[in-house]
């Protein structure tokens, strides 16, 4: 029989043989893994940095921390572990003035975060409206759903679950809460269906994927989080340094991209000025043309893996911290 146990323990790093081609790690490097989560990709880089590398690993999660326990136990680098947000956590290196070799995300929910059931992130199993990384925060999935009204929520469910459904949806959770409370997964999840059309239950994956999705972001303040840490994770680089993120949805990509994008950009005067007057130079170099997506077979073994992206940049000799 799997137990709960068996269930966290299990992970499987998304895009690993990619991600660490794209970083390249190389010896005595110095490394900072921003969200450590089961630790997948830490174990291969402390792996490659070696005896005389030192891999930072960020989490706010205790159950990351744990993992991490472990993992410097048996790894062959000098380790450190920030219990701390990764925005937090980066900007806490800057300030003691770290210089990473080579910088990485994995964003979104980790897998034994989705596994723990009682924490709440999945419409899979019924447990409490929970959903926080951190459990010593104060805000929960619980507190949303029964406490914002219904414009916040349908702001939050259109613009970070890109649910077309999002006011349909608001309405009938403030309906049903009026009555009583909703503090179970699967009690929002009827609350949802009761809200959608039965044609559109049927396409495009589960119906409350998009509400749950939207709904974990605004707890766990994921976007803001990761604007914010984008340009501390560019700081803490050193020049040559390599920053990659895997991403899980397109929110998250496009302020991945972007932020690539601006930091290899060079000059932005208008193209009829034949000299330019702005004097910018590219900050850094894209490490691919595009997104690199898990393979079909990847996908095949690890379903958790089919919306993933991963993009990185290098830090250019001679740009600015």
Partial sequence: MTTLLDMVSVHIPVLAGELIELLDPQPGAVAVDCTLGGGGHARLVADRIGPAGTLIA?????????????????????TRFIRADFASGLEQLCEEGVRADLLYMDLGMSSMQVDTWARGFSYAYDAPLDMRMDPDQETTAADVVNGWDERQLTRVLREYGEERYAGRIARAIVRTRRSEPIETTHALVDVIKSAIPTPAQFAGGHPAKRTFQAIRIAVNEELEQLERALPLAWDVLAPGGRLAA????????????????????????????PVCACGRTPEGELLSRRAIAPTPGEVAHNPRAKSAHLRGARKLEGAAR
């Fill in 58 to 78: 960020i989490d706010r999660d205790p159950i990351a921390e744990e993992r991490f326990a472990e993992l410097a136990a048996e790894v062959p680098c000098a």
């Fill in 246 to 273: 895997i991403s899980f949805h397109s929110l998250e990509d496009r302020r991945v991209k972007r932020f690539l994008a601006e930091r290899a950009r060079g000059c932005i005067c208008p193209p009829d000025l």
